[in-house]
């Protein structure tokens, strides 16, 4: 979808993962790590004030609960493309595939994370490569030519590169998805050595996929308007292109395993999605998890209202999933800068995250005020705006910086 915008969509997965992404996730699994693996809305509670608290948790949970919801149809519409005219026809029906990882979220989410996830994600990581590494070689190997970078907006439907571009591309550049996730994988690791290679070379290791499947999308298409065609096919979408470019770069047998790394992309991200919005709400709750039955309370609910919205339209379900994903990113990158301002040793370090998060600001509000499922509002009134906020948050943090320099100093 990013790669309709064309070419300049390889400058936001780059710049964007390394300035913001990478730093957003190391960021928030580092202070994670050094509060005993504590969720972000316990984190913006110490560092950003109390009320922000509630408003993290229900915001992290609706953005987790689209997260799962997200993550279900995509594989599902995958696999049925996949399996084709071929076996049974219950294989054909995507509400099949539906219900099957549905299933799969509640045994991820109910059970113990070495149970299931930890067990599975080796496996799922091996696919995530070989697919990566499978289509690079088709594209390079086929001959395919990938356009010049050039700032022109070509998405055949008119929709600005500021700001649609920037919400559209979300995991593969920054994802305020990744925040929610911190804490489970705060909690494991060992050593805060390792929180380089985890929390920020996983992001980009994750912009590099991105950059790949852009590629692979402006690369085979040959145009941005053939593009948004095969992914408008009837029971296609995006998986439709996903399919038809693996297929055709690698070979039937190529093709299939490029697809199954693909499907696990969305699967190993609505899993933990699920598993971490129980965690908060556990956490909220007062529930205690070591009980079974606790489990189910919090579970069973979070899974029936995930199957619901399965059934809206993809593409809505996707604009709030992706609003909402900047959204929480752009908090997250003021929790990190309130940490690194209270810190006081720091000093101007806390520009890496202040930037970034003024940027996102921008970027979110501008969004929501211009896109359909928002307010509508004209770009020449909706731009201005998301930029006066941006410069009002950024001054907020330069003044508390200095309040903070001088107490520091004093």
Same mark, same amino acid.
């Given at each position: 979808?990013?790669?309709?915008?064309?070419?300049?969509?390889?400058?936001?997965?780059?710049?964007?993962?390394?300035?913001?992404?990478?730093?957003?996730?190391?960021?928030?699994?580092?202070?994670?790590?050094?509060?005993?693996?504590?969720?972000?809305?316990?984190?913006?509670?110490?560092?950003?004030?109390?009320?922000?608290?509630?408003?993290?948790?229900?915001?992290?949970?609706?953005?987790?609960?689209?997260?799962?919801?997200?993550?279900?149809?995509?594989?599902?519409?995958?696999?049925?493309?996949?399996?084709?005219?071929?076996?049974?026809?219950?294989?054909?029906?995507?509400?099949?595939?539906?219900?099957?990882?549905?299933?799969?979220?509640?045994?991820?989410?109910?059970?113990?994370?070495?149970? $299931?996830?930890?067990?599975?994600?080796?496996?799922?990581?091996?696919?995530?490569?070989?697919?990566?590494?499978?289509?690079?070689?088709?594209?390079?190997?086929?001959?395919?030519?990938?356009?010049?970078?050039?700032?022109?907006?070509?998405?055949?439907?008119?929709?600005?590169?500021?700001?649609?571009?920037?919400?559209? $591309?979300?995991?593969?550049?920054?994802?305020?998805?990744?925040?929610?996730?911190?804490?489970?994988?705060?909690?494991?690791?060992?050593?805060?050595?390792?929180?380089?290679?985890?929390?920020?070379?996983?992001?980009?290791?994750?912009?590099?996929?991105?950059?790949?499947?852009?590629?692979?999308?402006?690369?085979?298409?040959?145009?941005?308007?053939?593009?948004?065609?095969?992914?408008?096919?009837?029971?296609?979408?995006?998986?439709?292109?996903?399919?038809?470019?693996?297929?055709?770069?690698?070979?039937?047998?190529?093709?299939?395993?490029?697809?199954?790394?693909?499907?696990?992309?969305?699967?190993?991200?609505?899993?933990?999605?699920?598993?971490?919005?129980?965690?908060?709400?556990?956490?909220?709750?007062? #529930?205690?998890?070591?009980?079974?039955?606790?489990?189910?309370?919090?579970?069973?609910? #979070?899974?029936?209202?995930?199957?619901? #919205?399965?059934?809206?339209?993809?593409?809505?379900?996707?604009?709030?999933?992706?609003?909402?994903?900047?959204?929480?990113?752009?908090?997250?990158?003021?929790?990190?800068?309130?940490?690194?301002?209270?810190?006081?040793?720091?000093?101007?370090?806390?520009?890496?995250?202040?930037?970034?998060?003024?940027?996102?600001?921008?970027?979110?509000?501008?969004?929501?005020?211009?896109?359909?499922?928002?307010?509508?509002?004209?770009?020449?009134?909706?731009?201005?705006?998301?930029?006066?906020?941006?410069?009002?948050?950024?001054?907020?943090?330069?003044?508390?910086?200095?309040?903070?320099?001088?107490?520091?100093?004093?």
């Amino acid at each position: 979808m990013g790669a309709c915008f064309g070419p300049v969509v390889f400058l936001w997965i780059v710049f964007g993962s390394i300035l913001g992404g990478a730093v957003h996730d190391y960021m928030s699994g580092m202070i994670s790590c050094r509060h005993g693996g504590k969720s972000i809305a316990e984190l913006s509670s110490l560092y950003i004030g109390r009320p922000a608290k509630w408003i993290m948790r229900v915001f992290s949970v609706v953005l987790l609960v689209l997260t799962g919801t997200v993550f279900v149809n995509t594989p599902a519409a995958l696999i049925t493309n996949l399996v084709g005219d071929a076996g049974l026809p219950i294989f054909q029906n995507i509400l099949f595939w539906i219900v099957v990882i549905l299933l799969y979220y509640v045994l991820a989410t109910l059970l113990p994370i070495d149970r $299931v996830i930890g067990r599975l994600y080796p496996v799922f990581g091996i696919l995530l490569i070989v697919m990566a590494l499978g289509v690079l070689g088709g594209i390079v190997i086929g001959g395919k030519t990938i356009p010049e970078i050039t700032l022109q907006d070509l998405h055949p439907e008119g929709l600005p590169v500021w700001p649609f571009m920037f919400v559209t $591309v979300a995991c593969g550049a920054i994802s305020g998805f990744h925040a929610t996730q911190s804490p489970m994988v705060a909690k494991c690791i060992t050593s805060e050595k390792q929180g380089r290679s985890i929390f920020y070379g996983a992001m980009i290791a994750e912009a590099v996929i991105a950059l790949i499947w852009a590629a692979a999308g402006v690369a085979f298409y040959g145009a941005t308007e053939t593009l948004a065609d095969a992914m408008t096919k009837a029971n296609g979408g995006q998986s439709h292109a996903v399919l038809e470019i693996s297929q055709t770069l690698l070979g039937t047998v190529g093709g299939v395993l490029a697809v199954i790394g693909v499907v696990v992309c969305p699967i190993t991200s609505g899993d933990t999605a699920f598993r971490s919005a129980r965690l908060i709400l556990a956490e909220t709750t007062r #529930l205690d998890q070591k009980s079974m039955k606790n489990r189910l309370i919090i579970t069973l609910p #979070l899974l029936a209202v995930g199957a619901v #919205l399965t059934q809206l339209d993809f593409d809505v379900l996707w604009r709030y999933f992706s609003w909402s994903n900047q959204t929480l990113a752009m908090i997250s990158l003021w929790v990190a800068t309130g940490y690194l301002v209270k810190e006081g040793k720091y000093r101007f370090g806390s520009l890496l995250t202040a930037l970034p998060a003024a940027f996102m600001s921008a970027v979110s509000m501008t969004y929501i005020l211009m896109a359909p499922e928002g307010f509508s509002l004209s770009a020449a009134v909706s731009r201005p705006i998301g930029a006066g906020f941006a410069v009002a948050m950024f001054c907020v943090y330069a003044v508390l910086f200095r309040k903070m320099k001088k107490r520091t100093v004093g």
